[in-house]
């Protein structure tokens, strides 16, 4: 079923919203005397202990330092306060849908005014003119190791706007599958870039599990645009030789908050495969697994909160599984829930962020060779409320001491970074990284993509695409061999919606670099 137009400009303001922080310049920003009323240093103070008080109970305590005086004052207070019931909707006595966020909020503000002023003003007192601008080399404009292969004619578009990306190595030959989040449209292309099918289907695909009989697909709702619809769905899909997909009668689960994925596992012990469901959501969300039992899967929820953008069940330890969990909106940071082997799980929060940062991905790889499992973390979702370049957003190494207490190692500065991938790509025993930005500053378009070659004692030299590459936003990226040759390659899923000169411009929904190294890389 094709998106109604409506829907599809809805989508499209995501991307506009990607331009927009482009053209985002900290100087430009500028707070006049008058916009501050007078307050004491006491206030201030005052301040500082109140916001302590009502401030992070939905999230880490931020610093003002976090971001600048205008958006503190024009944009992230007057949204945070809403939180507290300051201006509620709820207030004035009308009738509100539960898919509005205001159904969620305080009917009554939850401090008084006095208080809010206090944290209000020591918020724009005490946060600085402009943030910091980091000083970073443009990288090499030229891949070492990588060919872009060219992208079909039909696949080259005016408008792009990629949901997922996967090199399916469960067939043999290998084969690329697309998610077109504009048109729900699932394009199937062989290990040689040609264009086998593709299928209309329900919503955008954000997530595909491939086991042996079968593939399980995460369908995150109606479109990609951030709601409070409980539309999302889990269910089977199939793809036939000819690249065709179709669903499966009825879903597994549906009904579901803007799900970004689903897991299988036992994870209670008792032989029957379980689910373990992330829900995005919006105001509300939640992570949990659903116990096969004879009637209906019987759920159990391990955090009762939205944002639950990534999910690894790590069998490593010989037991049943642990599962690790990336969650990126408001409370954001990494928790580890250990499994009992009963199918109980104590939560553990290994790394927390503030919530300005924009948590956009994680994985476990072991970057010193220790045999513990280090974090490779992104942040860089810059599509909220403060929509302005911060120089904390990028990739950054953590590494486990062996009992998973975690250490910032590595920080490579990337505006907007949505993903990263660690992986040998050359094949010369360490790890390099892929990172893709969704989010690139208007005067570093390159960041759209980046290659960072490991040189070892975690230095890294940054690549980027050729100039005048047209890659225009890094929406999504998968890492795995395509053409069976035993390198990796990379699949990267473009956004794109031309504004102003370029609106004439097209751009491919999708880019491919081939591996080119010399040597096989080890798996």
Known sequence: MRLPDKTIVIVLLVLVVA???????????????????????????????????NCQTCHKLPDPAL??????????????????????????????????????????PVVD?????????????????????????????????????????????????????????????????????????????????????SSVLDGPIVDLLFQKSKITATTIGNDLWANNFKNGSVGEITINKKGVAALKSKPVFEDLSRPLSANIADLNGD??????????GKMVGRLSWFEQSVKEPKEHVLRD?????????????????????????G?????????????????????????????????????????????????????????????YHGVY??????????????????????????????????????AISEFPGSKTPWE??????NKGNFNFQAFTLPLNTPFHNGMTMDAADIDGDGKTDLLLGNGYVPTGTKSHDKQPLFLVLKNKTSAAVKP
């Open 19 to 53: 331009a927009l922080v482009r053209c985002s310049n900290p100087a430009d920003h500028k707070v006049s005397k008058s916009d501050t009323l007078s307050f004491s240093n006491e206030d201030v103070v005052k301040g500082q202990s109140l916001a302590a008080a």
């Open 67 to 108: 971001l600048d005086k205008v958006t503190w004052r024009d944009h992230l207070l007057p949204a945070m306060g809403r939180y507290l019931g300051v201006n509620s909707v709820a207030s004035t006595g009308k009738l509100i849908s539960p898919t509005s966020d205001d159904y969620y909020l305080p009917a009554r």
């Open 113 to 197: 005014s006095a208080t809010w002023a206090r944290i209000t003003v020591y918020y724009i007192t005490k946060a600085p003119e402009h943030l910091p601008v980091p000083h970073v080399p443009e990288p090499i404009h030229n891949l070492p190791f990588f060919e872009i292969q060219a992208t079909p004619a039909e696949w080259i578009l005016p408008k792009s706007l990629t949901s997922y990306v996967k090199i399916d190595e469960s067939v043999t030959p290998h084969r690329l599958i697309i998610s077109d989040g504009m048109t729900n449209r699932l394009i199937v292309l062989n290990n040689k870039v040609q264009t086998l099918g």
């Open 271 to 280: 032989g029957k495969p379980d689910y373990l469901v992330a829900q995005f």
């Open 305 to 329: 909160k939205p944002g639950c953008i990534k999910v690894i069940i790590d069998h490593s330890k010989g037991k049943l599984p642990d599962v690790w969990a990336l969650f990126a909106q």
């Open 331 to 391: 409370d954001e940071g990494v928790f580890l829930y250990t499994n009992d082997g009963k199918g109980n799980f104590e939560e553990k929060e290994v790394l927390s962020f503030p919530p300005s940062y924009g948590s956009s991905s994680f994985d476990l790889v072991d970057f010193n060779g220790d045999g513990f499992k280090d974090i490779i973390y992104t942040c860089g979702d810059n599509g909220d409320y403060s929509q302005i370049l911060k120089p």
């Open 397 to 434: 190494i953590y590494l486990n001491d062996g009992k998973n207490n975690f250490t910032q190692k590595y920080f490579y500065p990337v505006n907007g970074c949505y993903k990263a991938i660690a992986k040998d790509f050359d094949g010369d025993g360490d790890l390099d990284i892929a």
């Open 448 to 453: 759209a993509f980046v290659y960072l070659e």
